[in-house]
């Protein structure tokens, strides 16, 4: 082959190819190391490099003549396994491989050398978006998982340590039906055999199991995983622990379901207060007062719940509430184990004792600078049953409004029975003790 076929070829080549004398000047290049240079050095003239720009590997500039292929005719030494990088003339950059060989003539003298320079750019946007998902997977709060068809663990992260409780070592090469409780091994084949169709499963939500038996909630993203042919071997599963979101789920329903059973019970409590005010009195003004009164006593015992999470409220905390827009506290005196009242008891309770309260600003201690008002409670029966009594006395003449106001009717009737129990009132000239007694299960708050 002469020497024209030979340039011919190596022109042609896909693979970017030039040579220099020993001096290092370019004797030639092919069409691929310009397109590689983005240039055209000057034959003759540009040496040791046909790149406008040289850079070492971690972006620090490289003089030309501390390039590989510099060095190779320097040192008359092959130098391999050096990447560069090569900006064009536009400052596009591109990754490259050099490999220098020196070239001989008949008697072994050096002539020059021959370089052939590879493109790596794609191989190191590779390996970086490599190095990047696998900082992601290894950082990830979710379990990220890969499985063979069979179900067979291959990859395990931190997050699926986290999350399921199992190492890498111990869940690598074993099936991941480890993870599904026993009454849900059938969704497995319906997720695989929806895998080997090449279909990806979106935010499945499920229950999984961890090593220490706890179940969990979560949602589960299912991709194919593809060899390089395309043909599917195997899935890439992402799963999310979504038992907090589950159990926010739950509360919330419980809350609004308790909301709705309040607040039909604050309907009832409110038409029956209106029902028997309107009953027992024929003057607009007074009526409307007085239902705005006991609806702003209903609020206060509701202020109370609102500051606690309905969860209820002390006796003591209830008792002045209730009596603070009426009277002074220091002509009331409290005793009693401290009891934390269950919703419904407030507010029963708590329009009781705004009857007592109001009464005794109008006729009672409230409304003169003598007498005194103690509320006693106890817990007896075994701690099945509970009694309070409000007694007032020493204060000017007693009595209750009218013989069938809502007040008695509230005493008597409506705040014991909707506690489960009795009560009683008994009046005489300076005192009145109005007693309530209920089972303690209609009391007391569960649990406190």
Not at 93 to 118: D, H, Q, S, Y
Not at 261 to 279: C, D, F, P, W
Not at 413 to 426: A, C, F, N, Y
Request: charge should be neutral; aromatic fraction near 6%; proline fraction near 4%.
């Amino acid at each position: 082959m002469d020497n024209h076929s030979r340039d011919t070829i190596i022109m042609d080549l896909p693979a970017a190819v030039y040579t220099t004398n020993k001096s290092g000047i370019i004797t030639f290049y092919n069409k691929a190391a310009a397109e590689l240079w983005g240039r055209k050095p000057q034959i003759g003239e540009d040496e040791w490099c046909g790149s406008w720009k040289l850079y070492w590997p971690d972006g620090t500039p490289m003089r030309h003549d501390e390039c590989p292929m510099a060095v190779t005719l320097r040192e008359q030494r092959e130098v391999r396994g050096t990447e560069a990088i090569a900006e064009r003339p536009d400052g596009s950059r591109i990754t490259f491989l050099p490999c220098p060989v020196l070239l001989r003539n008949k008697r072994g003298e050096i002539v020059g050398a021959l370089n052939m320079l590879l493109d790596v750019s794609d191989r190191q946007r590779d390996e970086i978006a490599t190095q990047r998902l696998a900082a992601i997977v290894e950082s990830s709060d979710d379990a990220i998982i890969s499985k063979d068809l069979t179900g067979i663990v291959r990859s395990w992260n931190k997050g699926a340590e986290r999350i399921f409780g199992y190492t890498a070592d111990e869940m690598i090469g074993r099936s991941i039906t480890l993870l599904i409780p026993p009454e849900r091994l059938n969704e497995e084949p319906s997720i695989v055999e929806r895998i080997r169709r090449g279909e990806r499963i979106d935010h499945y939500e499920t229950i999984r199991q961890r090593k220490d038996g706890d179940r969990i909630h979560i949602s589960l993203t299912v991709s194919p995983v593809k060899n390089s042919s395309g043909r599917v071997i195997g899935a890439s599963k992402i799963a999310r622990d979504i038992t907090e979101k589950k159990e926010n789920e739950e509360r919330i329903l419980m809350l609004m379901r308790e909301v709705n059973h309040r607040v039909k019970n604050q309907y009832a409590v409110i038409l029956s207060m209106i029902r028997e005010t309107g009953n027992r009195t024929g003057d607009a003004p007074e009526f409307e007062q007085q239902v705005r009164e006991r609806i702003m006593a209903l609020a206060r015992s509701h202020d109370l719940l609102v500051h606690v999470a309905w969860r209820g409220a002390t006796i003591s905390d209830l008792l002045l509430a209730q009596i603070r827009p009426f009277g002074d506290e220091a002509n009331i005196t409290m005793s009693g184990p401290s009891i934390t009242l269950q919703p419904n008891a407030v507010q029963y309770l708590g329009i009781a004792f705004h009857e007592l309260a109001i009464n005794s600003a109008k006729y009672g201690v409230f409304s003169a600078e003598s007498g005194h008002i103690t509320v006693d409670w106890f817990v007896g029966d075994g701690g099945r049953s509970f009694y309070l009594a409000w007694t007032e006395s020493g204060g000017p003449a007693v009595k209750l409004g009218r013989n069938n106001g809502f007040g008695k009717v509230v005493l008597e009737r409506v705040t014991p029975l909707s506690l489960g129990g009795e009560g009683t009132l008994e009046q005489s000239a300076n005192r009145i003790v109005w007693t309530v007694r209920a089972p303690m299960e209609n009391i007391e708050t569960p649990n406190t």
